[in-house]
């Protein structure tokens, strides 16, 4: 059972360069989740979505995309990298926000360095 | 505005202590609090939740604490491990919402 996976684990690009992160999970979780994750700050929304063809923007949405035409995956697009974008990204998973105590799944994460 | 905030930033303890760290909020009102704890180059993992009307949960050797009069949540991990050394991250959910506030993290460093 692999659970949620992200690719690449290490990316290192150029400032412009379209860049997309892979988000993969294998339990049919309707909600998927794209965050950052910056020294001195705790984790940020960027995109989430609530099933298959239903995305909305988290609270740094600016110079990213997000598409998710299957339940399984959730890729996120930095159309032209920025510096700025330097970051850890994290994609997550949750079965249900109905429930009190939901929770949410992490990936292992994608470090990005942008030059 | 919503925050969620922890302290201290860093804590390097001796193998077999124990310690506290500390969240404070300013979340209200809120669903529940969790902790999670995530291991460099890991993402986060759940070690304990408690809804707005708990005021403690137990997991193993991880202790977690809330006192919603004061806004306060503490994580005691006693009899501490090498394999505690990680960052502990405090997550607030407010109400009528889904999307979670995270602290900026416990950075626990045990040395033998």
């Known amino acids: 059972d692999a659970g949620i996976t992200q690719s690449p684990r290490y990316k290192i690009t150029e400032t412009g360069r379209q860049v997309t992160l892979m988000c993969h999970q294998t339990?049919?979780?309707?909600?998927m989740f794209w965050y950052r994750q910056d020294l001195g700050h705790g984790l940020r929304l960027i995109y989430y979505s609530a099933a298959a063809d239903i995305t909305d923007k988290g609270e740094v949405p600016d110079g990213y995309v997000v598409s998710r035409s299957k339940t399984e995956n959730f890729p996120l697009t930095l159309e032209s990298a920025t510096r700025s974008q330097t970051s850890v990204y994290f994609c997550?998973?949750?079965?249900?926000?109905?429930?009190?105590?939901?929770?949410?799944?992490f990936g292992p994460g994608t470090r990005l360095t942008v030059t | 505005k919503n925050q969620v905030e922890q302290s201290p930033q860093s804590l390097i303890i001796l193998e077999g202590k124990n310690c506290t760290l500390q969240c404070n909020y300013t979340v209200s009102p809120f669903s529940n609090l969790r902790w999670y704890k995530q291991d460099t180059g890991r993402g986060p993992v759940s070690l304990t939740i408690m809804t707005f009307s708990e005021n403690t949960k137990s997991n193993g050797r991880y202790t977690a604490t809330l006192d919603a009069d004061t806004k306060q949540s503490s994580l005691h991990i006693t009899a501490s491990q090498l394999s505690d050394s990680a960052s502990y991250i405090c997550v607030v959910r407010p109400t009528g919402g889904f999307k979670t506030i995270f602290g900026a993290g416990t950075r626990l460093f045990v040395k033998a």
């Open positions: 339990w049919s979780h309707s909600y």
């Open positions: 997550a998973s949750s079965e249900s926000l109905g429930h009190l105590s939901y929770e949410q799944y």
